[in-house]
């Protein structure tokens, strides 16, 4: 009735998932590979801290990417709550419109 | 850089240091390859707020709408969101090649002085301390900071074969956007009320303009003197501050925002340099009121694009520009213009453009030596240029004296005031 394409929703949901776990693994492997950069002296230790801290805010994006689906997922709850209870009130309408044009049919022949 | 195969190992310095090359150009591919997959995910991610489902699911829901939508932009776009970390994985796969251009710039220098630095050696103290200039054990220092005059080499490296039309292209590609400028007031300060005298006093006025503000003001000077022939003359003097901001958004309200860096470096037009401009319209500069620009850093580039600009399109006249700690190299100067580009040789952001300032009559450029041990001290207006500008006052070189003695219009003047307005990026 509205539309509402509850397992894209879900499908988004989980893509993000996937992007939070992608990020995950981007900030080890992007750490390890600054781990295993032949480097000694002042230059190398604020390039590892810096590599560090930029690993630490992909993981922090991470989690905020997992935070958007959670929201995401309550938003499709919440939008299917609705469109049922809209459903619903729809189908008692159609039921009411029913039940009024054969009590009007029957009144009409008795008459 | 991917065929170079020799590491470094160098004795001496505050810890010596080691370097291989091709570890760091490895490194410096793998970061670049993960910047431009962040910046993908985070388009794609954008994509998404505009997915039919979404948009169906809002009209039911939308508060639920809102949060969702809030919590993916602040992941995306907030503060160290998808966006900004694309941008500084970039930076950090281009420092790093920077740093592997330095090594290799001062393992060159070092394998030609080596023998004869060894020779110094013999000769006790003095001979070591002349021994240890250009060290490469000072190349890496905050990554780039310890020996500035390297970083021309890192950038030639950056910059890779791009030819400046090219790197022109790319700086264009950069979205920017227009200006909106907010007038702010006199400055009604005592110290805002003395007219300049020295190189020093206008370096002076831009720290004020500088210093405890927002990034997108600016300072319009203006300065009644008398011509020699005895007639009251009105000139104009712009204070145009530095990057204060390195979120690099094009959406970023700040016109002093990274972006206006690539494009200016360049001597492509920004919105910063259109917000200046509407102020000096807005203050009420006149086409032939001459007019000295200052900046420092960005400021600097922002205010030989707007000589260069406006002296083509004929709305200001503007005779003078001083810089401090500024990357003009790569912008073209007209004759018509007097340019006094003040450099520290300890700082780095001189040498972002990897190339020397034009050698010509109308260009200055002036290298003092303010060496704090701090890399962003080296580049503080307030810490380093301030102080040098003090130095070039005291120079008697006669290159110096000469385009102090062609801004002594603007330094001697009876009275000024000063307006002050807001730029910001639409």
Not at chain 2, 210 to 233: E, K, M, S, T
Request: proline share 5%; glycine share 10%.
């Amino acid at each position: 009735m509205s539309g509402l394409d509850f397992d894209r929703l879900g499908q988004l949901a989980l893509r993000l998932e996937q992007d939070a776990g992608a990020l995950r693994a981007r900030a080890a492997s992007l750490r390890d590979a600054a781990g295993a950069v032949v480097w000694r002296g002042r230059g190398a230790d604020a390039f590892r801290a810096c590599v560090g801290g930029q690993a630490g805010a992909l993981r922090t994006t991470a989690g905020r990417l997992d935070d958007a689906a959670d929201a995401l997922r309550r938003h499709a709850r919440a939008a299917r709550r609705v469109e049922e209870v809209a459903e619903a009130a729809a189908a008692l309408g159609r039921s009411v419109a029913h039940g009024v044009r054969a009590v009007a049919g029957a009144v009409a022949d008795a008459l | 850089m991917g065929e170079v195969r020799r590491s470094v190992s160098v004795t001496g310095g505050v810890a010596g240091v080691e370097a291989r090359y091709d570890d760091l150009a490895i490194v410096s591919r793998t970061f670049a390859t993960a910047a431009g997959d962040l910046a993908e995910r985070s388009w794609r991610l954008h994509r998404m707020l505009a997915d039919p489902a979404l948009l169906a699911a809002a009209v039911l829901d939308p508060t639920g709408s809102a949060a969702f939508t809030a919590t993916l932009l602040a992941a995306l776009d907030g503060r160290h969101g998808l966006t900004w970390q694309a941008a500084a994985w970039g930076l950090t796969a281009g420092t790093v090649r920077g740093a592997a251009a330095a090594y290799l710039a001062a393992d060159r220098i070092d394998d030609q002085v080596g023998p004869a630095r060894a020779g110094l050696q013999q000769l006790g103290p003095a001979g070591h301390v002349v021994s240890q200039w250009r060290h490469p054990s000072r190349a890496p220092a905050g990554v780039l900071s310890g020996d500035p005059e390297l970083v021309d080499a890192a950038v030639v490296v950056l910059t890779g074969f791009w030819s400046d039309r090219q790197l022109l292209d790319r700086a264009a590609a950069y979205p920017d956007g227009r200006p909106i400028v907010v007038a702010t007031g006199a400055d009604r300060g005592v110290e805002a009320r003395h007219p300049p005298r020295t190189v020093a006093d206008l370096l002076a006025g831009l720290a004020r303009c500088n210093a405890p503000r927002q990034g997108g003001d600016i300072d319009v000077r203006f300065v009644l003197g008398r011509d020699a022939d005895g007639r009251v003359r009105r000139r104009v003097i712009v204070d145009i501050p530095g990057t204060k901001n390195w979120n690099p958004s094009p959406a970023e309200p700040d016109p002093t925002s990274f972006g206006t860096n690539v494009r200016a470096i360049t001597g492509s037009t920004t919105t910063y340099e259109a917000g200046v401009r509407a102020a000096m319209r807005r203050a009420g500069v006149r086409r032939n009121e001459p007019v000295l620009l200052v900046g420092h850093s960005q400021g600097g580039m922002v205010a030989v694009n707007l000589a260069r600009h406006a002296r083509s399109d004929g709305e200001f006249q503007v005779s003078d520009v001083v810089t401090a700690g500024a990357p003009i190299a790569r912008i073209p100067v007209p004759r018509s213009v007097q340019v006094l580009a003040l450099e520290n040789d300890a700082d780095v952001v001189p040498h972002c453009d990897g190339a020397d300032n034009q050698d010509r009559t109308n260009v200055t450029t002036v290298t003092v030596h303010r060496d704090t041990g701090d890399p962003l001290a080296n580049h503080s207006l307030e810490q380093s240029y301030l102080p040098g500008a003090r130095d070039v006052d005291a120079t008697d070189d006669p290159s110096v004296r000469g385009a102090v003695a062609g801004l002594r219009p603007f330094l001697e003047g009876t009275a000024v005031s000063t307006v002050t307005y807001h730029v910001e990026r639409r």
